[in-house]
């Protein structure tokens, strides 16, 4: 493809993640997903091309809508463009109206007009919201959070997501790094915090690689792998996970307990099930049960009946806005509002109370979430806490939980309460994320 080529693609494509984020439809990988599948005649240096150019403007969409609405230009994906241009590649204007029949049509005299403006705007002017692509919805929660790092916490948010695996101990167990990596163990470091897992330092395709097929390792954000190891699952256990989705820390906590026990695995969609069940089979994990459960209705209290206050752990690893893996899905912060996160919380305070019916006395409940909120976190708990009998609940302190599970010291935690532990990338290195283990008492 010519450069011109490139430029009305990643228009196109950009336009059609516009309409599916108003609309709450299919997510940004998802459809670049789809976008290049219908053009196999696009090469990798093309799809990089484009990708870069639409990951580029959903990175920076909060600063070039504050731009656009200045200057009073529509909040068009092609718009988009010509502020991404204007700003990184002046010189690409060229290829606009070039005679191609594939390049994007010229420009005419309004948006000339608005990149004659353009050129005399001071992006210093711009707020933080906009300059670090903070949507209105979240920026009260990601206040409170963050205080006066509210800046720094907003650009490393907005950064692009490293790659960390996790080595599966039920196939991996006595070998080294190195045996299982072969020749490309050299592209990886050892993760700071989590005992299993490494960072890629470059570019490599883990679906190609017998490692991953043979299921000695994961793909998995250290983050997540720290979460799942401070649930502490132990060999012999009766363990429920909630929220299982595709069943990255189901599978993390099937290794911790060595086959040995059972995980009663629930989800409300049965393609994230699917993807458990031929993630289960390559991983070698054979003491999780899946369940497909409905979103409400009396169906679920069938289902949880038989557990009801027999379980060691209830994990419940709870929908959520995510906006602590915004690094990895930037269009994700586009998809909520105001509404949608008060439902969210709601939702988020009916699983925890859900969950904790299923709580042998001297069991725990360990609540998660990829959220930096504290709506979705600290608040949640303490709602629940407060409509619980009197000292029926103790909150461990994730520190102590630390010292049986993982080595070194535990880092510090940016939760509004120090027994509980929220990670963010700029604070820890990892995607962002909320564990509280409250324990049963009677």
């Avoid at 005399?120 to 009260?140: F, G, I, Q």
């Avoid at 599966?168 to 163990?185: M, P, R, T, V």
Wanted: hydrophobic share 40%; proline share 5%.
């Amino acid at each position: 493809m010519q450069p011109a080529a490139r430029l009305s693609a990643a228009i196109e494509l950009l336009s059609d993640i516009e309409e599916k984020m108003a609309s709450k439809g299919a997510p940004a990988d998802v459809l670049v997903t789809k976008f290049f599948r219908a053009r196999r005649y696009a090469g990798s240096k093309d799809k990089r091309a484009i990708s870069d150019y639409v990951y580029g403007i959903l990175r920076a969409r909060g600063l070039y809508l504050w731009a656009l609405k200045l200057l009073g230009a529509a909040p068009t994906a092609r718009n988009m463009m010509l502020v991404n241009l204007a700003r990184h590649e002046p010189d690409s204007f060229r290829y606009f109206g070039e005679e191609n029949p594939f390049a994007p049509t010229r420009l005419h005299e309004e948006e000339e007009d608005f990149l004659r403006k353009l050129k005399r705007l001071d992006w210093h002017d711009a707020p933080v919201e906009a300059s670090y692509n903070l949507p209105d919805w979240a920026l009260p929660g990601l206040e409170r959070r963050f205080g006066k790092q509210l800046a720094i916490a907003g650009a490393s948010l907005n950064e692009t997501a490293p790659l960390d695996i996790r080595v599966n101990s039920l196939k991996a167990s006595g070998k080294s790094f190195d045996q299982i990596l072969k020749n490309e163990s050299e592209l990886f470091e050892k993760n700071k915090l989590s005992c299993l897992g490494y960072r890629a330092t470059g570019p490599i395709n883990l679906g190609a690689h017998k490692a991953f097929s043979d299921g000695l390792i994961e793909i998995q954000d250290e983050a997540a792998q720290i979460a799942s190891s401070l649930v502490a699952a132990a060999p012999g256990m009766q363990l429920t996970d909630l929220c299982a989705g595709a069943g990255g820390k189901t599978l993390a906590m099937a290794a911790e307990m060595e086959n040995r026990g059972q995980i009663h695995a629930f989800d409300i969609s049965p393609k994230r099930l699917s993807s458990l069940k031929k993630r289960m089979q390559r991983a070698g994990a054979r003491n999780i049960q899946v369940h497909l459960i409905a979103a409400e209705g009396a169906g679920r209290e069938i289902a949880f009946g038989p557990m009801e206050g027999k379980m060691d752990r209830v994990v419940v690893d709870a929908p959520c806005t995510g906006t602590g893996t915004w690094r990895r899905s930037p269009d994700q912060r586009w998809r909520f509002d105001a509404d949608s996160l008060k439902a969210q919380t709601a939702l988020q305070g009916k699983l925890l109370a859900e969950g904790a019916k299923l709580v042998r006395a001297g069991g725990r409940l360990v609540y998660m979430t990829c959220s930096v909120l504290p709506e979705e976190n600290e608040d949640v708990v303490a709602a629940f806490l407060d409509g619980q009998p009197k000292g029926a609940w103790k909150v461990v302190d994730y520190h102590t939980q630390w010292a049986e599970s993982l080595p070194g010291d535990a880092p510090e935690t940016l939760a509004l309460n120090p027994e509980f532990l929220q990670l963010a990338p700029h604070a820890h290195d990892t995607d962002g994320f909320f564990l509280a283990i409250l324990e049963r008492q009677v």
